[in-house]
């Protein structure tokens, strides 16, 4: 057995059986809050503003709680800003994601043996 051999795992929530977050959701708001902008989020994890879009709707309708503040153009300018709720949705998947890692590390040091997982 390769002792570089590591696990992975991937995890996204579901509402009635339809998909509302994961890694890539979470890139895209992440991205949103670091640029004040969606145009500007959905060039950096490269999809179109339309895609983004679509994403931040289906999200928030799903979920049930605004996610995005949008400020039309103007003199400074439009952009877009994340919810306190976002944040609040944001750390507790940041945490769930981080405890389910750690569970699946354990798993796997347990069935594997130790020194394989990093």
Request: net charge positive.
């Amino acid at each position: 057995m390769t002792k570089d051999m590591k696990v992975k795992s991937k995890i996204w929530i579901e509402v009635d059986g339809e998909p509302v977050f994961g890694r890539g959701r979470r890139f895209l708001l992440q991205a949103i809050d670091r640029y004040g902008s969606i145009s500007q989020a959905a060039k950096e994890i490269n999809i179109s503003y339309r895609k983004a879009w679509s994403y931040i709707k289906a999200m928030e309708e799903r979920l049930g709680i605004k996610l995005v503040n949008r400020h039309t153009g103007g003199r400074d300018g439009g952009g877009a800003t994340l919810t306190d709720e976002a944040r609040k949705f944001l750390r507790r998947y940041e945490m769930l994601e981080e405890g389910i890692r750690e569970i699946v590390d354990e798993r796997f040091r347990e069935i594997f043996g130790e020194g394989v997982n990093g």
